[in-house]
Structure formats: structure tokens, C-alpha cells
Nanobody, 123 residues
């Protein structure tokens, strides 16, 4: 059983920053973040390979968000800067044993999901 636990969500003003954390499985997993705004489908945000050498971002967050991981602590982070009201969503941590990060980003077939953490950006 793979459990993912997100934390760090909250309310922030536009232009502000938040850092999301995810307690990750203690084994080689590719990790990612998705988000789902009210009434919309869940969308990819960022992904990182087990080694951290490969990272991917959606166009909407490229240059503002940074995904990172600390394998010694079994943690994955999403640093979010320059937040906009359109970033408001429930953010989900996701994981998969697939080592091909690019393939996971393309297919979207992630196996494990956290419960989500709410991020609200006020204008």
C-alpha cells in the first residue's frame, strides 16, 4: 500500500508563495503534482524523476513553480512563486513505479494519489 500525504496548502494573496510537501514512498518512485480547479478536470502540474535529474512542468506554471525531492527524507516539494488566482485548486501528489518520467507525463497513467491539499489565491 502506497500512501501519499500532502501538506502546505492554504490561502495566499496573488503574487505570494507557498510550498507544498508530499511524504513519498521510501523506494524508487517517479513523483508528480496535479491540480483540479472547481468544475474542471485534473491537470498535470509538474513531475520529477527518482534521481531528480529530470523535471517537467506544464506551460502554465513553467518559470513560477519548482518541483524538488529529498530522497533521504522521502519528501517531494512544490515551491510555488508568483501565484495567480487561476492557480486556485486542490493540489494532488502522485507517484508511480514507472521510471520513464517523460512517458508518465505523456500518458498521465499515474497509479498512486494523495488526498489533496487546497490552495486558494486571492486577487
Amino acid at each position: 500500500q502506497v500512501q501519499l500525504v500532502e501538506s502546505g496548502g492554504g490561502l495566499v494573496q496573488a503574487g505570494g508563495s507557498l510550498r507544498l510537501s508530499c511524504a513519498a514512498p521510501g523506494r524508487p518512485f517517479t513523483m508528480g503534482w496535479f491540480r483540479q480547479a472547481p468544475g474542471k478536470e485534473r491537470k498535470f502540474v509538474a513531475a520529477i524523476s527518482w534521481s531528480g535529474s529530470s523535471v517537467y512542468y506544464s506551460d502554465s506554471v513553467e518559470g513560477r513553480f519548482t518541483i524538488s525531492r529529498d530522497n533521504a527524507k522521502n519528501m517531494v516539494y512544490l515551491q510555488m512563486n508568483g501565484l495567480k488566482p487561476e492557480d486556485t485548486a486542490v493540489y494532488y501528489c502522485t507517484a508511480d513505479r514507472e521510471s520513464d518520467t517523460a512517458a508518465l507525463v505523456t500518458t498521465g497513467l499515474w497509479n498512486y494519489w494523495g488526498q489533496g491539499t487546497q490552495v486558494t489565491v486571492s486577487s
